[in-house]
C-alpha cells in the first residue's frame, strides 16, 4: 500500500516537474523569436523535454525535425545550383 502510494507520488511528481520545466523552456523559446537569442535551438530543447512525458510533443518535435531536414536540403540544392550556373 505504501509502496503504491510512493510510486504514485514519484510519477505525478516526476510528470509535474517535466511539464513546468519543459513549459519554461518552450515559453522562453517562443519568446526568443521576438526578443534576441537562440529561439531555433531553444523551442527544440522545451518540446524535448516535454516529449518525455507527451505524444503530442514527439509529434511536433518530429514534425520539426523534418521541416529543417527539409529546408537544408533544399538550400544545399541551391547552392549546389548556384555553384554548377558559375
Not at 534576441?36 to 509529434?59: D, M, N, Q, T, Y
Amino acid at each position: 500500500m505504501i509502496k503504491r502510494a510512493v510510486d504514485f507520488t514519484y510519477k505525478t511528481g516526476k510528470r509535474i516537474v517535466i511539464t513546468v520545466v519543459g513549459s519554461s523552456v518552450l515559453i522562453l523559446g517562443l519568446l526568443m523569436i521576438v526578443a534576441p537569442g537562440p529561439a531555433f535551438i531553444v523551442i527544440p530543447l522545451g518540446l524535448a523535454i516535454l516529449a518525455v512525458e507527451f505524444v503530442w510533443a514527439r509529434r511536433w518535435l518530429r514534425s520539426l525535425r523534418e521541416m529543417i531536414s527539409r529546408r537544408s536540403a533544399e538550400g544545399r540544392a541551391s547552392r549546389a545550383e548556384r555553384h554548377r550556373n558559375r
